[in-house]
């Protein structure tokens, strides 16, 4: 069982940036997909980006085209996190980010349902 803890959001304004955190209880291996989602108000839950990986070697990495060239995913596996540095944040990224583990979703990483442990989310507002 995969324990997600993530931290960094807050209140912006645009043009400004931010870095969300998302601790994993354990170390996760090259089968496990970590992601960061995002819900805003009244709006379904969304793919922001995905990450997979093992040691220095980088699997995969994906965005959402609404982020794509403004935020950068990472990952420290010798701190078992990973990150989502967030540049020239706009106000319609504002939104409950969420890091997501999934195992064995290759293909589907950009789908909410093929991850199988959550955060508890942390609020991003951006003002204009």
């Known amino acids: 069982q995969v324990q997600l803890v993530e931290s960094g959001g807050g209140l912006v304004q645009a043009g400004d940036s931010l870095r969300l955190s998302c601790a994993a209880s354990e170390r996760t291996d090259s089968s496990y997909t970590l992601g960061w989602f995002r819900q805003a108000p009244g709006k379904e839950r969304e793919f922001v980006a995905a990450i997979r990986g093992s040691g220095a070697v980088t699997y995969y990495v994906g965005y959402a085209d609404s982020v794509k060239g403004r935020f950068t995913i990472s990952r420290d596996n010798a701190k078992n996190t990973v990150y989502l540095q967030m540049n020239s944040l706009k106000p319609e990224d504002t939104a409950v980010y969420y890091c997501?583990?999934?195992?064995?979703?290759?293909?589907?990483?950009?789908?909410?349902?093929?991850?199988?442990?959550w955060g508890q989310g942390t609020q991003v507002t951006v003002s204009s």
């Open positions: 997501a583990a999934g195992r064995y979703n290759s293909g589907v990483e950009h789908n909410a349902h093929a991850y199988g442990y």
